[in-house]
């Protein structure tokens, strides 16, 4: 349940689904890939779509593929972003750091 996510970590790797204003604060972000293997995936979506949201996130490849406009983020290619309250962010493999 999106009540019981851990507190975001801003070192090693991340991945998870955080509630914007719960579990992160809103505000201006960047984020990094930090393998050369794996890419950084994130999705920003709206909180009304968080039952849709966590039933695609156990199937990523299907996640990607969807509406929901996925980013990559290769590493030594950080990517900014501007998170608001009562938003969704679905980070897999990526270190985010608030600026």
């Given at each position: ?16 689904v955080f509630y ?65 309250d009562d938003q ?12």
């Amino acid at each position: 349940h999106l009540d019981n996510s851990p507190q975001l970590q801003t070192t090693g790797y991340t991945s998870g689904v955080f509630y914007v204003g719960k579990h992160i604060s809103k505000g201006e972000y960047e984020v990094e890939a930090l393998s050369d293997y794996f890419p950084c995936n994130y999705w920003i979506v709206d909180s009304s779509k968080i039952n849709e949201v966590l039933s695609m996130y156990e199937n990523v490849l299907f996640f990607r593929q969807n509406e929901y406009n996925g980013h990559v983020v290769k590493k030594g290619k950080n990517e900014s972003l501007k998170l608001k309250d009562d938003q969704i962010l679905v980070l897999m493999d990526g270190k985010l750091k608030k600026k």
